[in-house]
Structures are given as C-alpha cells and as structure tokens.
C-alpha cells in the first residue's frame, strides 16, 4: 500500500517515513507543491499526508486542485495551525482527517488505519477495462462476462496496477517497487515475466503488450 507524504521539513519527514515504512506501508516522499503534482500524475496512492506551509504554495491549494480533477483519495492534513477556523477551512477544502503538530506518530499511524478502513467500505469494488472486470473485494477477475477467476495476492496488485495506469509504458523496476516494500528480500529478476505470464493466460495475451526493452502495457481498447 503506497502513501504520498508532503513535508518540507527533512527531519520531520524523515522520521515519518521511517515510521510508516515500519508499519508496512511504502512511501514516496515530496518537499513542495511542485514534485508533489508530478507524483501524483504518475504514481498511484491509497493516501496522501499533507502538510500546510510549503516554500511554493498551499498545502490546502494543491488539496483543492486534487479534488476539481475527481481524485477521491483520503488526505490527511499535518499542520502547526491549531484554530478552529483553520480546521474547518482544511475540513472544506476536502481534508478527510486533520491533525495538528506537534502529535505522537503512534496517533498518526493509528488515524492513517482509520482513514484506509473508512475508505475500504465507500470505494467501488469492482474495476473495468476493455472487457475486464476486477473485483477488488473477492480479487477475482472476469473477461468479456466470463467466470470469475481467483487471482493470487502477487497476481491482484499487478493487475490492479495496472488497471490504475492503462495505455502506459510500465518498466520491470517500476512494477516490481509497486509490488515489493524495501525491507523485503530482493525479488528475483525473472518475478515480472512469471506474473505477466499468469495475467496473459488469464486476459489473453493481447491485453498486457511488450514493449521491447521498455516495459509492459495494459492496452484500453
């Protein structure tokens, strides 16, 4: 489960991301506005942390923007703001949870829990593309209306994945740090090809694509 922090203290985010990383989760980690819109173009996140003061901006702008474009991801706010009028303004703005520093990161952790469990019960269940439909409750699949197909856990995250950013170039190192956190043994080399193979017996294989030398796509259409 992948999570974007926004936080331009270093030592404050460091501490954070080991924190999280302890806990399972992986990271990708933004020190303003601006690498934070070019993660989220590319990346896929179950949640974002948001901190408010940031050397180019809002956090509360880059929150709004987020949900004029229709990203429904849980957004939790860390802030040293502590008024009520700054919380309604975060609460307003599309923030899902508000918390004001200093804070133990053992709260932390436990509101992200919260939040993720919150969302597990609202989000749709059920993903569709060119005749494939992923059921992300029971982590089965079905092709052109066909049977369910139970997928293995490896299997569900990829396929997922790739469901989330169809028509794109995805290269083997960017599928696998998806899939692997980094406290995890190395994966083996060959893992992207086995579980391409399995999805393709599953799809049909014109659906995931080869591009030479570059990486796998999931086509649309």
Known sequence: MKLLLLEDDELLAESLADSLTGNGYRLDLAGSLKVARALMASEHYELAILDLGLPDGSGLELLAQWRRQGRDLPVLILTARDTWDDKVTGLESGADDYLTKPFHEAELIARIKALL?????????????????????????SVEGGPWIELTGTEFLLLRYFMHHPDRVLSKDHLLNQLYTLDQDIAAPNLVEVYIARLRRHLGKPMIQTRRGQGYVLVSH
């Open 117 to 141: 469990r919150r969302r597990s019960g609202n989000v749709t269940q059920q993903l569709s593309l060119n005749g494939v439909s992923l059921d992300e409750a029971g982590q089965r699949v």
